[in-house]
Structure formats: structure tokens, C-alpha cells
């Protein structure tokens, strides 16, 4: 039997391998099969069209028709590249780049809406389909992002091995 999920790029990353693995030995019946890589609101709608059998997403989801689990929680920070000072003030984003995934994503969704609340509207935002993207125009010290402290600690260590 195959059950077909979808998840973020974020939590394909750097989660997947540990779910997969927990997940094989309790359930050797069952081939999960990764559909699907995309944002919370992508993934919800195809759960909803029958197209994903689940997926992960961030929380919270109020819809009649689903039924959620907590399976984790993830905490957000802030990344910039070597050539900017560290953000200690919501004001030193204004007129930074911001680079998030597109629309749907809810980094994306609380990262805007923080700013907002802050009063602050960003210079510039570019928009990415992939971590890999993300992370790689951070290195080279094009803009700033939200994301998973987890995603961004690994990718420290990544860019550590890589350039050294």
C-alpha cells in the first residue's frame, strides 16, 4: 500500500530522513511516497483534492475536513549572510531584501506579518521554490530570511564544510 504525502522544502530538508526511517520500521507494509514538496496552503489544497494522501504542514489548520496532529514544533529565526551586521532591530529590516518562498508559504506568512505589525514595509522581496535557493543567495549576502532555526543551524555547518 503506497501513501502519498507532501511537506515542506524545509521539513524535506532536514526532517524527512528521521520520519521516513521511524516511520519504515513501525510500518514495513507501507511505502510512503513523497508527492509533493510545496507550501502549507499548496499542500492543503491537495490533501483536500485527494491528490495527497497527508502531508506536514505548519499549524494552525482550521478546515472541517481535516484532522490535524501535532507532530513537532519548529522554532523561527532570522538568517542574513556574513555581510550584514546581526538584526537586534525589526527597523534594520526595512531596507534589507527579503527572500521567501512564494506566496502560500507560512515563514513567508509570519515573517509579513510581523513587519506589518512592526509598521515596516520591505524594500525589496524576492521569491524562491527551493531551500537551496533561499540559503544560497543568504551566503552570498543578497537579503535576509525567516525560517527554521533547525534549517538554518544545518546550513551553517554545510557552508562551514563547503568553504573551508
Not at 70 to 77: D, F, K, R
Request: hydrophobic residues 45%; contains cysteine; negative net charge.
Amino acid at each position: 500500500m503506497n501513501f502519498r504525502i507532501g511537506l515542506p522544502e524545509t521539513t524535506a530538508a532536514i526532517r524527512l530522513p528521521s520520519i521516513l526511517t521511524d516511520y519504515h520500521k513501525s510500518y514495513l507494509e507501507v511505502d510512503l511516497v513523497l508527492k509533493k514538496t510545496g507550501t502549507t496552503e499548496e499542500l492543503i489544497q491537495l490533501v483536500l483534492k485527494y491528490e495527497l494522501d497527508g502531508a506536514f504542514v505548519a499549524a494552525p489548520v482550521q478546515h472541517p475536513e481535516l484532522d490535524t496532529i501535532e507532530v513537532g514544533v519548529e522554532e523561527l529565526a532570522l538568517i542574513t549572510g556574513g555581510q550584514f551586521p546581526s538584526i537586534e532591530q525589526p527597523e534594520q529590516l526595512r531596507n534589507l531584501t527579503l527572500l521567501v518562498f512564494r506566496a502560500g508559504c507560512s515563514y513567508r506568512q509570519k515573517l509579513m506579518d510581523w513587519l506589518r505589525l512592526k509598521g515596516i514595509i520591505p524594500a525589496k522581496i524576492m521569491e524562491f521554490g527551493t531551500l537551496e535557493g533561499i540559503l544560497g543567495c543568504i551566503h552570498a549576502g543578497l537579503g535576509v530570511s525567516l525560517l527554521p532555526r533547525s534549517v538554518i543551524e544545518r546550513a551553517m555547518v554545510q557552508y562551514t564544510f563547503t568553504l573551508s
